[in-house]
Structure formats: C-alpha cells, structure tokens
C-alpha cells in the first residue's frame, strides 16, 4: 500500500526567510511523486513533479523538491517566501492501477504555510 | 483556458435530502474523481471512473454514488445527506498517462444541517 506523510502541519514563516516543507512516501513500488498548492478558496495547482531522471525537480513561483530514495522523501523548498505564498500545501503519491491502467495520486494531510511580514 | 467546473460553489441541504453535486470538464479527459477535503485530514477519494459508465470506489465511497453518463460530466450522489458529510468537496479530470497532472475544479462546500 502507497502512503504519504506530510510531517508538519502548519510552517510558520517569515517573509523572505527560507521555507522546508517535509513529505514522505511508502510504496513498494516505483512512485511518483507530486506537489500541489491550494490558495484559499481554490482548487489545487500543481507545483512539480517527479517521474524519473534528475532528483532535483524545479517547478512554478521559484519551487523546488528533491527526491530521495533512501531516506523515501520528496521535501519541498523555497528559499525566499513571499506573503503570496501562503497557502495549503500537498504532497501526493502516483500509483497505477489494473482499471483502465489509470494512475490515482494519494494525498498526505497538508501542510499550511503561513508567511508573515 | 481548460477548466474542471462545479456548478455549485456553497451547497446548504437538509439531513435526509438527496443531493447532487455535478462536475464538467473541458478538456476530453478520460480519468475524473470526487475527493473529500476536510481540515487535518487532506483529500481523500471517494469515487473515480476511468471511463463513461465506468467507475471504481475510492477509500471512503460509503453513503455515496456516481454517475458518468458522458465522458465530461462526473457526477457525485449522495443518497441521504447527513450531518457528516459536511465537507469540502473537489472534482479532478486527468488522462491515464504516466505524469500527467490533475486538474481540479475551485469545489463545493457542502453543509448538511
């Protein structure tokens, strides 16, 4: 069975500090692996993405996430937040499944970001 | 623009109601899915179906149904609203290939008194 935590709930931040955000996988299985963020009152926007090759995954608004398969985590990062990036944060697992040959993400519980001035 | 729209953005039913929340994609996506978001609990998949007239439960499909009657419409059914089922819900279209992201609609939040 594929699982994701997300080990910190809510990150506190102020504006133009660094920022971490932690997730970590279970598959037995080669994975796929996702970030999205949710703005308040909006859908989920993907961030980027991991499918193979290079660990380092660069995505939109100046993130990035690195895989890494030993320790099983996919953490987030961005060196300076701005107050725009507040926001709920996701991380999600990719399996494929026999019906359809579909692939189906399963999501860790989020992560808020809360960047203050 | 390509767009996964619910027609509802607030939904307030009665407990014992039957409700329909609809969902229509734009993008001829053969994969859709109705996700729960409630707050420390992320998403969580209630139903997905793969193709019209298919469909496969999720982790928590008890208390609900769907219907996939077109390929862009995607409906979730709640037979008989209840009180915990107040929750934000989210609709997602993407194609069965390696990579390929999701795309949500903006959700409805329900709230069953």
């Known amino acids: 069975a594929q699982s994701v935590t997300q080990l910190d709930s809510q990150v506190p931040v102020f504006e133009e500090a660094p920022v971490e955000l932690r997730c970590n996988y279970s598959?037995?299985?080669?994975?796929?692996l996702f970030w999205y963020v949710q703005y308040p009152n909006q859908g989920l926007q993907l961030l980027l993405k991991?499918?193979?090759?290079?660990?380092l995954v660069k995505g939109i608004n100046g993130f990035e996430a690195e895989f890494n398969k030993s320790q099983t985590s996919f953490h987030l990062r961005k060196p300076s937040v701005h107050i725009s990036d507040t926001a709920e944060y996701f991380c999600?697992?990719?399996?494929?499944?026999?019906?359809?040959?579909?692939?189906?993400?399963?999501f860790g519980r989020g992560t808020s970001l809360i960047v203050h001035p | 623009d390509v767009k996964v729209t619910q027609s509802s953005r607030y939904l307030v039913k009665r407990t014992g109601e039957k409700v329909f929340l609809e969902c229509v994609q734009d993008?001829?996506?053969?994969?859709m899915f109705w996700y729960r978001q409630d707050p420390g609990l992320g998403l969580r998949l209630i139903y997905f179906?793969?193709?019209?007239?298919?469909?496969e439960k999720g982790d928590i499909p008890e208390g609900y149904s769907v219907s996939r009657e077109k390929k862009e419409r995607f409906s979730l059914i709640l037979e008989s609203a209840s009180t915990n089922q107040t929750s934000m819900y989210l609709c997602?279209?993407?194609?069965?290939?390696?990579?390929?992201?999701?795309?949500f609609g903006s959700g409805t939040r329900l709230t069953v008194v």
């Open positions: 997602a279209s993407s194609r069965p290939i390696q990579g390929y992201g999701y795309t």
């Open positions: 598959s037995s299985v080669s994975v796929y």
């Open positions: 991991y499918l193979s090759g290079s660990t």
């Open positions: 999600a697992v990719i399996k494929q499944i026999a019906s359809g040959g579909s692939y189906i993400p399963t």
């Open positions: 993008m001829d996506h053969e994969n």
């Open positions: 179906s793969y193709d019209v007239k298919m469909k």
